[in-house]
C-alpha cells in the first residue's frame, strides 16, 4: 500500500535556481515549525539548464526531482507533480520557485483545513521582500480592496501560493493545460466555483514573493500566448456575445502595448540596450496581433 502523506509541496521552477533552493529551505523549516514529519516536496524543473537539477539533487536528495526535457509551462509543470501526489497526500501545496515561505505559514494553513472540513483550500498573503504587502487577486470578479484583518472567503487561490485538500482535485480535475502561461489557476478556480467549493484566505499565512522571476526569463513565449489564452477562457466559460467583448478589449490591450512602445523607443532618453529589449517586445506583440486578426476570421487559432 502506498504511502500517504499529511502534505505534499510541488514547486515548478525555470530558471530561478538560487530562488528554488531558498523556497525548498524555507518549506523543510516551516514544515519543521509546525511538527510535520509525514510531508514530501516535489520539484518539477522546466528545462531550465542553469544547474537547477544538478543543485537540488546535491542540497535536498529527498526531495523528489522530475526534470522535463522542455519547458511545460505552470499548468502541464504542476499536473506532473500531482499525478505523484495524488491520491496519496493529504493536502497539497502549490508555490511558486521565488517564494519564499514565513516559518508559522504552513502551521496557519495546515491548522485552518484540519478545523474547517467544509474548506476545500487556502491562501494567504504575499510581500515583497521588503516587507511591503502586494495586492493580490482574491476573486474571479476582482472588484474591491480585501480586508486582512481577519480570514474571509475568496474565490481564487491561484497557483502561486496555496494548500488544497485532494478531493478537491478529484471533483475539480487538474488543470488545463490548453494554457500555457497564465489563466490556468483562472480556469481551475471558475471550475471549483461552479462546484460551489469553498476557499479561505488565511492573514497569518505569509510568504515573500520575488514576483514574476521565472516568467521574466520567458517573456516572449508568454506574451505569444497570453491573448490566446484569454480568448480561449472566454470561449471555454461565456457566451459568444461575452467572448465578442473580451476580443475587443485583448485587441485594444494588445494595440495600447504596442503603442506605448513605439513610444518609449522614439524617446531621446531610451538607452539603446532598451531599444534592443523594445524591439524585441514589438516583434512579439506584432506576431500575437496578427494571431488575433487570423482568429476573427477563422475563429480558430
Given at each position: 500500500?502506498?504511502?500517504?502523506?499529511?502534505?505534499s509541496i510541488l514547486i515548478v521552477t525555470y530558471k530561478t535556481r538560487e530562488l528554488v533552493l531558498k523556497c525548498i529551505q524555507s518549506s523543510i523549516e516551516?514544515?519543521?515549525k509546525a511538527g510535520l514529519t509525514n510531508y514530501q516536496i516535489i520539484v518539477v524543473d522546466n528545462a531550465?539548464?542553469?544547474?537547477?537539477v544538478e543543485e537540488i539533487t546535491q542540497r535536498y536528495p529527498m526531495v523528489k526531482l522530475i526534470a522535463s526535457a522542455d519547458n511545460l509551462g505552470p499548468a502541464r509543470g504542476y499536473n506532473k507533480a500531482l499525478r505523484v501526489a495524488l491520491p496519496q497526500s493529504k493536502y497539497v501545496m502549490l508555490l511558486n520557485s521565488d517564494i519564499v515561505l514565513w516559518e508559522d505559514t504552513v502551521t496557519h494553513m495546515y491548522s485552518c483545513l484540519e478545523t474547517h472540513?467544509?474548506?476545500?483550500?487556502?491562501c494567504g498573503q504575499l510581500f515583497f521582500p521588503n516587507g511591503q504587502r502586494q495586492r493580490i487577486r482574491t476573486n474571479i470578479l476582482d472588484i474591491k480592496r480585501a480586508d486582512y484583518s481577519k480570514p474571509f472567503r475568496v474565490t481564487f487561490v491561484g497557483t502561486g501560493f496555496n494548500m488544497i485538500r485532494w478531493q478537491a482535485y478529484e471533483q475539480v480535475g487538474l488543470y488545463d493545460e490548453n494554457y500555457y502561461f497564465y489563466n490556468e489557476d483562472l480556469d481551475w478556480a471558475e471550475r471549483a466555483r461552479r462546484l460551489k467549493l469553498k476557499f479561505i484566505l488565511v492573514p497569518e499565512a505569509k510568504v515573500y514573493h520575488h514576483l514574476s522571476q521565472g516568467s521574466k526569463q520567458n517573456y516572449s513565449a508568454i506574451i505569444k500566448e497570453l491573448y490566446k489564452s484569454n480568448l480561449y477562457f472566454f470561449k471555454k466559460f461565456y457566451n459568444p456575445i461575452i467572448v465578442s467583448i473580451a476580443y475587443g478589449a485583448i485587441r485594444l490591450e494588445n494595440w495600447l502595448?504596442?503603442?506605448?512602445l513605439i513610444k518609449e523607443a522614439k524617446d531621446s532618453n531610451t538607452t539603446e540596450e532598451r531599444k534592443i529589449e523594445i524591439a524585441k517586445s514589438l516583434d512579439v506583440l506584432n506576431e500575437a496581433k496578427q494571431e488575433l486578426i487570423r482568429y476573427r476570421k477563422t475563429g480558430v487559432f
Open positions: 500500500m502506498p504511502k500517504i502523506y499529511d502534505l516551516s514544515c519543521q531550465s539548464n542553469d544547474g537547477t472540513e467544509d474548506v476545500s483550500g487556502v502595448a504596442i503603442r506605448k
